[in-house]
């Protein structure tokens, strides 16, 4: 598999395999959150030392949201240059795609996951067509001050809360936890109505680190106009120079993330820790996606074509992943919300994830798209009746390589 080696118009299969990747630190991180209130922190005041090392390790070694990201960046760029429209289609065209993506994330929002992403994903996009015109040096500077800002930001405010606040104590939070948990192991509109009330706190969150994603845009879009992958994603030496590099510093601040979050600091610590994080982030992001181009070209190519398959699919995996693990931890399925260990939770994201590998290798191969996909294609596409002004301007719903070439995901 080459680095210059494309799947269909418009699509760099590098960027489909980092894709594929990334979905399985995605799923690491989205299963802790949606097991329970205690997961993501190895478990309750009684958690095992298993769990606690299991969800302390996660968060020291888990950044691919930030790959996603980036991700998303580069995928614009390869839409715009596909499209058939000079500059990569019209305004409304970008206006139906923004649409379709915020309709599908307040679906997931409210049926299977509040933490969603992609209605942030889909205002953001908006922002990032208006600043599609930046050159890749330009792009790289507003990232690197909207990422400072923001950890400044957080850094002093977290230090303030290590100054002159106490740390938050068990019995502070059980009753919140407590209600939660009822609400989780109910019937649907039990668990439909737990989603709504937590909704406005996690789209608070979503925005507070929104400039953190319009960054991983902006990089995206730089190394795309930059042609990176295209020229990078299989020269060795280049490889293996940004491991050996970045990702000590990269595990070095998650460490210092995961000590800040996960213990043994205290709660007081979480938004310093968090500061950390988004300067390091980055480095080790860049490691993880430069470390899996070496070995997937030391590799045959069907292990590429495995990952690109579920990178091309991104969306719907994405979707699906909410769906299976809503079915197993709400009231609504098997109800084991705050039942099962940390470890045993990362345990079954290992099998879900070799599920979902062998699905996108077995659905890829008999379609061009897949379902959530082919919905937010249909509704980039849609044009009034009578609406377009020439058979050659418009082509027809399944012809051209449309806005799906490379489908946006992330989820912290």
Known sequence: MSGRETVGPGRVQDVDVLRGFALFGILLVNSQLMAGPYTAFGGGPDATAVDRAAAWAVTATTTLYQLFSFLFGYSFVLQERSARQPGGGSAGRQLRRTAGLFGLGLLHAVLLYTGDILMTYAVLGLVLYGLRGLGPRAALRVAVCLVAGLAVLLLGYGLL???????VTPAQYAPEVARSVAAYRGGFLSVVGARLRELPSTMGANVLYAPDMLAAFLAGLAAAKAGLVERRGRDRAWLRRVVVRWLPVGLAGGIVTACCANGPLDSRWFLVGHAVSLLTAPALTASYACGLLLLVGAM???AGRVLAASGRMALTQYLSQSL??????TGYGLGLYDRVG??????GCVVLYGAQLALGVWLMGRVRYAPAELVLRAVTLWRRPGSCPSPRRCPSPGSGPGPAADEPLRVR
């Open 342 to 347: 940390t470890a045993v939770v990362l345990a």
């Open 324 to 329: 299976v693990l809503a079915l197993v931890f």
């Open 161 to 167: 809360t290590v100054a002159f606040t106490r740390p």
């Open 300 to 302: 045959r190519p069907a």
